[in-house]
């Protein structure tokens, strides 16, 4: 059970901007199949004559499975050369889209749309990939990129999902969906290099690794809360603001949640920009600004209970700036947990994507609770609250990391002193003795 970092690898001259795309491509087409079956649920109720809550299923089981590939499927991102790996689960997960637009009722669908789920985790082993093809100094900026392509990715498939599902029906989005998989695969296969898995563990022992990593990488765990505690605010926003449009303030209808959603197309744009942030300043700097931004976003949207012109201008402007600071936090951890070790980046990946996702779903459970309770100024402080701790946390290690700077720049110059003062005799000494001690 040994990673050889030392083993023979793939020589590559560096990732063109081409590259980079493709894969930016790659993981909206993959993060797409997670969420347009968001769009067209409704849809699928009056397709299947199912009810609502029994055609939600088909999402629910496309999440779960999702969260499963992560755990089951990312960690072999250190075991398998990439490219046949990502095609390989785009194609599957095409003929699963595919199966699931052919499926004769809901049980067959909710089925295929598990397998969806579970092969669909391309975009948690591209980054890793992009990670061994580029410069360290590009880190930022190339994994803003791929960012970009997964939240277009996001957008896009519920617009165009929902548009089709109204023009052709429920199955259509799933045929349009399987095409691009498969085309996308055929793209990979065709565009991607070849590389060398840097670890030959076996699978059990490549399932266990995300814990141990998380147990003796500091670094890991420290953007693991971040994300988590970003991410559950987020959630808990985007849980409240349903009933709060929806209700006696704004008296909307469903499609406002939809349309408030749009505005963070914005954010495509604004992951880059941070990107290169952290190449040029480092993670924790762009962490900083993030956690102070999402906190302004909580002040922000607590205005959005007022209603009315002014209450919508505020969860817009409220729901851009918690959507630019959670997602260029997201490029700031990334850059962070991919520095630590080149041999174990997908197991890494998957130790942080496991603690954003059990975020996310604490934070909306929590959300739900405190918009029932205290309504959406309840809401507002939770995030202020998450973000807060978040923060405190974050200037701690900066803290601790300064003071031991400084104490071994004390030791360097106090050792320089001692061996000015004993002069050339000494170090003359010491040179033999350093000599003579070498094996």
């Known amino acids: 059970m040994t990673d050889h970092d030392h ?29 347009f079956p968001q769009a067209v649920s409704p849809l699928v109720a009056s397709g299947l004559h199912v ?44 003929f699963g889209l595919l199966a699931a637009s052919a499926a004769p009722g809901l049980v067959p669908l909710v089925g295929a749309s598990a397998l969806v789920g579970v092969t669909t985790v391309v975009a948690p082993l591209a980054g890793p990939l992009a990670a061994r093809l580029v410069p360290k100094e590009r880190l930022g900026v190339t994994g803003g990129t791929l960012l970009s392509g997964s939240l277009a990715g996001m957008l896009l498939s519920r617009t165009v999902g929902g548009a089709l599902g109204d023009r052709l029906g429920w199955r ?23 590389t060398t898995p840097p670890s030959d563990q076996r699978y059990p022992a490549l399932l266990a690794e995300p814990l141990r990593l998380l147990r003796t990488e500091p670094g890991l765990r420290r953007s693991c809360l971040y994300q988590a505690l970003v991410f559950a605010g987020f959630s808990a926003v985007w849980t409240g603001v349903a009933p709060l449009l929806t209700g006696p303030a704004y008296g909307m209808g469903a499609g406002a949640v939809g349309l408030l959603a749009l505005v963070n197309a914005v954010t495509m744009v604004c992951t880059p920009v941070a990107g290169r942030q952290v190449d040029r300043r480092g993670p924790d700097a762009v962490n900083r600004v993030c956690f102070l931004v999402v906190g302004a976003s909580a002040a922000v949207l607590a205005l959005g209970g007022l209603g009315g012109a002014v209450g919508v201008a505020a969860l817009v402007v409220g729901t851009l700036l918690l959507d630019v600071g959670m997602q260029s936090g997201m490029v700031a951890n990334q850059v962070r947990i991919q520095a630590l070790r080149a041999e174990a980046r997908s197991r890494l990946t998957t130790a942080y994507m496991t603690c954003a996702y059990l975020g996310g779903a604490v934070g909306s ?36 990391r300064s003071a031991t700077r400084r104490t071994a720049g004390r030791f360097r110059r106090s050792a320089a002193s001692a061996t000015g003062a004993a002069g050339p005799t000494m170090a003359a000494r010491a040179a033999v003795t350093s000599r003579e001690e070498t094996p």
């Open 172 to 194: 259509a989005p799933y045929v349009l969906a399987a095409v691009l998989s498969l085309a996308v695969a055929a793209l990979s296969a065709r565009l991607l290099p070849r």
């Open 365 to 400: 459970w929590l959300g739900m609770r405190a918009y029932g309770r205290f309504g959406w100024p309840g809401v507002c402080v939770l995030v202020a609250a998450l973000t807060a701790v978040a923060l405190t946390r974050h200037l701690s290690a900066t803290r601790r």
């Open 51 to 94: 009810s609502p809550d029994a055609a939600a299923a088909v999402v629910t089981a496309t999440q779960f499975g999702y969260a499963a590939g992560i755990c089951l499927l990312v960690p072999l991102g250190d075991r398998l050369p990439h490219r046949p790996l990502l095609v390989t689960l785009l194609t599957v997960t095409g």
């Open 7 to 35: 083993r023979q690898r793939t020589a590559h001259p560096g990732a063109s901007p081409r590259l980079i795309l493709v894969l930016a491509l790659v993981c909206g087409a993959a993060v797409g199949n997670v969420y």
